[in-house]
């Protein structure tokens, strides 16, 4: 123990009643005794006394303030003198120099007795001051490192959003001073790894820890149970499997490689494949490991599609356009508000970003079809040379995507999963869809209670393998397959932009564009 004269608190202490306070002072160092204003009650009922600890400006610190000789503590503070006593009038009173914790900041311990201070009371004193400068020092210590990791966290996250807006460059450089070569790559995968809020702090340090601090490690700040982590490369995958086998209630969701610049696509497919995960034995899933629709597309069609779809928005400068793209990917699988921490924005700008999405492409997000359709053009968006603007595209419509018979067997497949059940659960999850994701328009369609709808929607979801009451991809998954299979109309992309009533009442009903599902 540092502090003054502490390598005599024991030897001082030889009999029993000095063994009694040692061992009663030593006790404040332990985790849960750790408090100055615990320390200075504990020194005033031993001695029988009033103590205070007050800091160079005479500020109570701990203790009743009590009047002192002020010239006395201004040659403490000044460091002229370590310590001081007077006595009068029935007081006798002890002044002992305190170093606080800001640098060259002093404090003066006073302690008043009406009896004077033998051997036994000076020595309490004397170890008590070690004791509050050691544990000032290690308060400091601890405050320090909380303030460190705190920014380290915060900057962490800086960089994941820039990644986010695919503002590379600028997390490059950001990354650059505390991690260097922690983004030179031009590709990256990321992993979700779940787990409950409580053990988020506990298992991102241990993110940290697997990883050997070579990849980006970030508490979600929108889903409380949630840590980030972009790879530079896939070596941390069976570190971060390790890492949930040992933890009983955690799950992990991995991306295909993405471009750098596309990590927001890839923190969607592993928030997909963090779905999967939780269907499956070992807990963990990615994203390339189960069947995508998109996979089953003629690719010549789909990228013709993709680009006549996208086409308005490439006449924006490229940093509109990315940032658009890319709370659009968000928006359309997350609420506005968990879209909006992610990115590090307003939630009010998120909507604002998709409502421009929506007019350039002159289309209605409302529509769980048409956002099922955006959400395919997007993805496929990564994976496309972007051609010269004002470059003619071939003719391509929605509907030619869904016609080959690798996609039609796909869906087949997937929907006559839910025949299996008693219930009609393909007939409500089909009405829930036409409905906008709402159980009260579907129940109203099909004759039943809201409950039953939802029900049957939370029902279908372990037989699909595939979330769908919190929306994203996997729901958007479930639709093209309604829509391969002929279930759904197509949705309208054609583009109007003048809505009659009742589509606006869809729109204010389903509360667009805060949730992709309702009810």
Not at 229 to 247: H, I, M, T, Y
Request: hydrophobic share 45%.
């Amino acid at each position: 123990m540092g502090g003054r004269d502490d390598e005599n608190l024991h030897t001082e202490a030889a009999d029993g009643a000095g063994s009694t306070w040692a061992q009663a002072l030593l006790d404040h160092l332990r985790p849960t005794g750790r408090d100055v204003g615990r320390i200075v009650d504990w020194l005033a009922k031993t001695l029988d006394a009033t103590v205070s600890l007050r800091d160079d400006e005479g500020t109570s610190l701990a203790g009743p303030l009590t009047p002192l000789d002020e010239a006395l503590a201004a040659d403490i503070t000044g460091g002229r003198l370590a310590s001081a006593a007077w006595e009068g009038d029935g007081r006798f009173v002890r002044l002992m120099r305190v170093e606080l914790t800001r640098p060259g900041s002093v404090g003066v311990l006073a302690v008043t007795r009406t009896s004077s201070f033998d051997r036994r009371a000076s020595d309490v004193v004397t170890h008590t001051v070690g004791v509050l400068e050691l544990l000032l020092r290690a308060q400091q210590t601890a405050a320090t490192g909380h303030r460190l990791a705190r920014a380290t966290a915060d900057l962490r996250l800086a960089i994941l959003q820039l990644l986010m807006v695919e503002d590379t460059i600028a997390a490059r450089r950001v990354a650059a001073g505390l991690w260097p070569g922690l983004l030179d790559t031009d590709t990256a995968c990321v992993y979700v790894v779940e787990v409950s809020p409580e053990e988020r702090d506990r298992l991102a340090a241990a993110c940290v820890a697997a990883t050997r601090d070579e990849a980006l490690v970030v508490r979600c700040p929108a889903l409380d149970g949630h840590v980030i982590v972009v790879v530079p490369d896939d070596s941390a995958g069976s570190a971060l499997r390790a890492l949930c086998d040992r933890n009983p209630g955690a799950f992990l969701g991995g991306s295909s490689r993405q471009s750098l610049a596309h990590t927001a696509t890839a923190y969607g497919q592993a928030v997909s494949a963090l779905a999967v995960a939780r269907f499956r034995p070992d807990k963990t899933a990615v994203y390339a490991e189960r069947t995508h629709p998109e996979r089953l597309m003629d690719p010549e069609v789909l990228r013709t599609w993709t680009t006549r779809l996208l086409r308005p928005l490439d006449t924006l400068p490229h940093h509109t356009r990315a940032e658009l793209l890319a709370t659009t990917r968000l928006g359309l699988e997350f609420t506005a508000v968990n879209a909006a921490k992610v990115l590090g924005v307003s939630r009010n700008t998120v909507r604002a970003r998709m409502e421009r999405v929506e007019n350039l492409l002159r289309t209605d997000f409302s529509d769980l079809t048409v956002r099922a359709a955006v959400h395919l053009a997007l993805n496929a968006q990564v994976g496309i040379a972007q051609e010269p603007i004002g470059a003619a595209a071939a003719p391509s419509r929605f509907g030619e995507l869904l016609t080959g018979p690798a996609l039609l067997a796909w869906a087949q497949d997937l929907l006559a999963r839910l025949d299996t059940d008693g219930r009609d659960l393909r007939g409500t999850l089909r009405a829930w869809i036409a409905a906008g994701g709402n159980a009260e328009r579907a129940a109203q369609r099909l004759s039943v209670h809201a409950q039953t709808v939802r029900e049957h929607v939370r029902s279908a979801e372990p037989v699909l393998e595939r979330q769908l009451l919190a929306g994203g991809s996997d729901l958007y998954e479930v639709v093209l397959a309604h829509l391969a299979a002929g279930d759904l109309d197509q949705p309208d992309l054609h583009g109007h932009l003048q809505r009659d009533s009742r589509q606006d009442s869809h729109r204010a009903e389903s509360g667009h564009p805060d949730s992709p599902v309702h009810g």
